[in-house]
Protein backbone atom coordinates (compact mmCIF):
# COMPACT_ATOMS: atom_id res chain seq x y z
CA UNK A 1 0.00 0.00 0.00
CA UNK A 2 1.08 3.61 -1.27
CA UNK A 3 1.34 5.93 1.53
CA UNK A 4 2.05 9.53 1.64
CA UNK A 5 4.92 9.10 3.93
CA UNK A 6 6.59 5.90 2.75
CA UNK A 7 7.16 3.31 5.57
CA UNK A 8 10.11 0.89 5.09
CA UNK A 9 9.97 -3.27 5.22
CA UNK A 10 10.14 -4.76 8.30
CA UNK A 11 9.44 -1.28 10.15
CA UNK A 12 11.76 0.99 11.16
CA UNK A 13 14.51 -0.90 12.15
CA UNK A 14 14.00 -4.03 9.60
CA UNK A 15 17.33 -3.11 7.86
CA UNK A 16 19.75 -3.08 10.71
CA UNK A 17 18.07 -6.82 11.92
CA UNK A 18 18.77 -8.28 8.27
CA UNK A 19 22.37 -6.85 8.46
CA UNK A 20 22.63 -8.27 11.74
CA UNK A 21 22.09 -11.68 10.24
CA UNK A 22 25.54 -11.45 8.53
CA UNK A 23 27.45 -11.61 11.74
CA UNK A 24 25.65 -13.69 13.74
CA UNK A 25 26.66 -16.09 10.45
CA UNK A 26 29.87 -14.99 11.13
CA UNK A 27 29.88 -16.22 14.94
CA UNK A 28 28.12 -19.40 14.30
CA UNK A 29 30.80 -20.71 11.87
CA UNK A 30 33.53 -19.19 13.50
CA UNK A 31 36.38 -21.83 13.70
CA UNK A 32 34.57 -24.53 11.68
CA UNK A 33 35.98 -25.48 8.22
CA UNK A 34 33.64 -23.98 5.88
CA UNK A 35 32.69 -27.79 4.11
CA UNK A 36 31.44 -29.01 7.43
CA UNK A 37 29.74 -25.46 8.33
CA UNK A 38 27.73 -24.59 5.32
CA UNK A 39 26.40 -28.83 4.99
CA UNK A 40 25.98 -32.17 6.75
CA UNK A 41 28.90 -34.18 5.39
CA UNK A 42 26.53 -37.27 5.83
CA UNK A 43 24.38 -36.28 2.75
CA UNK A 44 26.73 -35.86 0.68
CA UNK A 45 28.35 -39.29 1.23
CA UNK A 46 24.35 -40.68 0.77
CA UNK A 47 22.84 -38.79 -2.39
CA UNK A 48 26.43 -37.13 -3.39
CA UNK A 49 25.10 -33.53 -3.01
CA UNK A 50 25.72 -30.65 -0.29
CA UNK A 51 22.75 -30.39 1.94
CA UNK A 52 22.81 -26.72 3.25
CA UNK A 53 23.04 -25.78 7.37
CA UNK A 54 21.16 -23.38 9.05
CA UNK A 55 23.96 -21.12 8.74
CA UNK A 56 23.75 -20.84 5.20
CA UNK A 57 20.00 -20.02 6.07
CA UNK A 58 21.11 -17.00 7.51
CA UNK A 59 23.83 -16.08 5.10
CA UNK A 60 20.56 -16.34 2.71
CA UNK A 61 18.47 -14.51 4.45
CA UNK A 62 20.54 -11.48 5.54
CA UNK A 63 21.12 -11.17 2.31
CA UNK A 64 18.18 -10.70 0.92
CA UNK A 65 16.65 -8.71 3.38
CA UNK A 66 19.35 -6.49 2.96
CA UNK A 67 19.07 -5.61 -0.83
CA UNK A 68 15.02 -5.33 0.00
CA UNK A 69 16.66 -2.27 2.72
CA UNK A 70 18.82 -1.08 -0.12
CA UNK A 71 15.63 -1.34 -2.96
CA UNK A 72 13.29 -0.09 -0.57
CA UNK A 73 16.15 3.22 -0.11
CA UNK A 74 16.86 3.56 -3.68
CA UNK A 75 13.51 3.63 -4.83
CA UNK A 76 11.51 5.54 -2.17
CA UNK A 77 13.83 7.43 -0.66
CA UNK A 78 16.18 8.35 -3.46
CA UNK A 79 13.38 8.34 -5.88
CA UNK A 80 15.46 6.17 -8.89
CA UNK A 81 13.51 6.21 -11.77
CA UNK A 82 12.83 2.01 -12.03
CA UNK A 83 10.21 1.60 -15.17
CA UNK A 84 11.87 -0.72 -17.04
CA UNK A 85 11.60 -2.85 -13.58
CA UNK A 86 7.71 -2.60 -13.98
CA UNK A 87 7.88 -3.56 -17.44
CA UNK A 88 9.68 -6.92 -16.63
CA UNK A 89 7.21 -7.48 -13.87
CA UNK A 90 4.13 -6.79 -15.80
CA UNK A 91 5.70 -9.08 -18.25
CA UNK A 92 7.48 -11.76 -16.79
CA UNK A 93 5.23 -14.39 -17.67
CA UNK A 94 5.67 -14.29 -21.50
CA UNK A 95 9.66 -13.14 -21.11
CA UNK A 96 10.29 -16.15 -19.23
CA UNK A 97 9.20 -18.46 -21.90
CA UNK A 98 11.20 -16.11 -24.36
CA UNK A 99 14.13 -16.47 -22.63
CA UNK A 100 14.02 -20.22 -22.55
CA UNK A 101 13.26 -20.13 -26.11
CA UNK A 102 15.80 -18.16 -26.87
CA UNK A 103 18.60 -19.52 -24.93
CA UNK A 104 18.26 -22.94 -24.67
CA UNK A 105 17.79 -23.22 -28.37
CA UNK A 106 18.95 -20.85 -30.17
CA UNK A 107 22.51 -19.53 -28.77
CA UNK A 108 22.57 -23.32 -27.02
CA UNK A 109 21.87 -25.82 -29.69
CA UNK A 110 21.76 -24.50 -32.78
CA UNK A 111 24.42 -21.63 -32.42
CA UNK A 112 26.50 -23.98 -29.88
CA UNK A 113 27.42 -20.80 -27.55
CA UNK A 114 29.58 -21.85 -24.32
CA UNK A 115 30.00 -18.85 -22.49
CA UNK A 116 33.18 -19.86 -20.40
CA UNK A 117 34.81 -16.27 -19.79
CA UNK A 118 33.01 -14.23 -17.04
CA UNK A 119 33.22 -11.07 -19.22
CA UNK A 120 31.44 -12.87 -22.25
CA UNK A 121 29.12 -13.97 -19.85
CA UNK A 122 28.71 -10.99 -18.22
CA UNK A 123 28.07 -8.91 -21.36
CA UNK A 124 25.79 -11.87 -22.77
CA UNK A 125 23.58 -11.41 -19.78
CA UNK A 126 23.55 -7.67 -19.73
CA UNK A 127 22.37 -7.48 -23.58
CA UNK A 128 19.87 -10.43 -23.04
CA UNK A 129 18.39 -8.21 -20.22
CA UNK A 130 18.53 -5.29 -22.19
CA UNK A 131 16.67 -7.38 -25.39
CA UNK A 132 14.02 -8.50 -22.88
CA UNK A 133 13.31 -5.18 -21.45
CA UNK A 134 12.52 -3.70 -25.00
CA UNK A 135 10.49 -6.90 -26.05
CA UNK A 136 8.41 -6.59 -22.65
CA UNK A 137 7.51 -3.41 -23.89
CA UNK A 138 6.60 -4.31 -27.31
CA UNK A 139 4.38 -6.60 -25.73
CA UNK A 140 3.08 -4.12 -23.55
CA UNK A 141 2.27 -1.72 -26.36
CA UNK A 142 0.66 -4.39 -29.00
CA UNK A 143 -1.76 -5.77 -25.78
CA UNK A 144 -2.89 -2.06 -25.37
CA UNK A 145 -3.04 -1.78 -28.82
CA UNK A 146 -5.18 -4.86 -29.11
CA UNK A 147 -7.43 -4.11 -26.35
CA UNK A 148 -8.17 -0.49 -27.78
CA UNK A 149 -9.37 -2.40 -31.21
CA UNK A 150 -11.41 -4.59 -29.51
CA UNK A 151 -13.02 -1.29 -27.71
CA UNK A 152 -13.86 0.12 -31.13
CA UNK A 153 -15.14 -3.07 -32.71
CA UNK A 154 -17.62 -3.78 -29.24
Not at 65 to 83: D, H, K, N, S, T
Not at 91 to 110: A, D, G, K, N
Not at 123 to 137: D, E, M, Q, R
Request: proline content about 5%; charged content about 10%; some cysteine.
Amino acid sequence: MRTVTPVPPFGPRGSSRSVNAVPAMSRWAHGTPPHLSLSFKRDFIVNNHWIARGVTGFLCLGSVFCLLGLAYWLVEVRRLPVGWLVILGRTSLMIYFVHHVFVFTLVHEWLGLKLNHWAWYWLANALLTVLLVALGWLWLEIRALAGRRRLQTA
